[in-house]
Structures are given as structure tokens and as C-alpha cells.
């Protein structure tokens, strides 16, 4: 399973980005999409989850201004990110759980994947 992180940037304060995230491998389904991330000197954490029903959770700290979403069909999850302000400046990971596919003859799963990091800096 490879993941593609993409769309980060730099953007002034109250501005917007969309990040993306296609999983890859010859998959057939993907449990839970996640994004998390990463300030220099902080932990990783969680920002927002979506499962493949559709149902979302987010961090306080991000409720009303991002917003989780995915196409099954794609493999691919977006966080559309609103109202940015300096405190959201991080590396942001996605990540994927449970993802089952077929490859070689072989049915797979793949509990825990993580994607590379794609950076986003919102200048004050």
C-alpha cells in the first residue's frame, strides 16, 4: 500500500488549502482515512477522520474551518482547510486503516499505512 500526500503550501493567515491523498496497491476497500499532523517541537495528532460510511471526526481545534472527505472509488481522501491560522503550520500525514486489496494472487491487508508528510505554513 503506498500513499500520496499532496497540496500543502503556504498561504497568509484566514486563507484556505485542500490537501489530497490517493492510496495505492491494486485495492479493493479502505476502512478509515485520517489525516494527522505534526508542529515542529509537538506530537503528531489526529485532525480528522472519515470512515467508509462517511462518518467524520474532527480536533477541536479544527471543527468549522477543515473538512474531511473521500471518494471510495478513488481511494483518495481530501481536507479542505478554511480560515487558516499560524497554529495550523505543520507537516500533515495521512494515513489509512484497514485496507484490503488483491495482488499477485493474494488477498492482503494492511492494518496501519502511513503516507508521506506534505508541509503547510500559514504565515501570520
Known amino acids: 500500500v503506498q500513499l500520496q500526500a499532496s497540496g500543502g503550501g503556504l498561504v497568509q493567515t484566514g486563507g484556505s488549502l485542500t490537501l489530497s491523498c490517493v492510496a495505492s496497491?491494486?485495492?479493493?476497500?479502505?476502512?478509515?482515512m485520517n489525516w494527522h499532523r505534526q508542529a515542529p517541537g509537538k506530537e503528531r495528532e489526529l485532525v480528522a477522520a472519515i470512515t467508509r460510511g462517511d462518518s467524520q471526526t474532527y480536533a477541536d481545534s479544527v471543527k468549522g474551518r477543515f473538512t474531511i472527505s473521500r471518494n471510495n472509488a478513488k481511494n483518495t481522501a481530501y481536507l479542505q482547510m478554511n480560515n487558516l491560522k499560524p497554529e495550523d503550520t505543520a507537516v500533515y500525514y495521512c494515513?489509512?486503516?484497514?485496507?484490503?486489496?488483491?495482488?499477485?494472487?493474494?488477498?492482503?491487508?494492511?492494518?496501519?499505512?502511513w503516507g508521506q508528510g506534505t508541509l503547510v505554513t500559514v504565515s501570520s
Open positions: 494515513n489509512a486503516q484497514g485496507v484490503r486489496g488483491y495482488y499477485s494472487g493474494t488477498y492482503y491487508y494492511s492494518a496501519d499505512s
Open positions: 496497491g491494486s485495492i479493493s476497500s479502505v476502512d478509515t
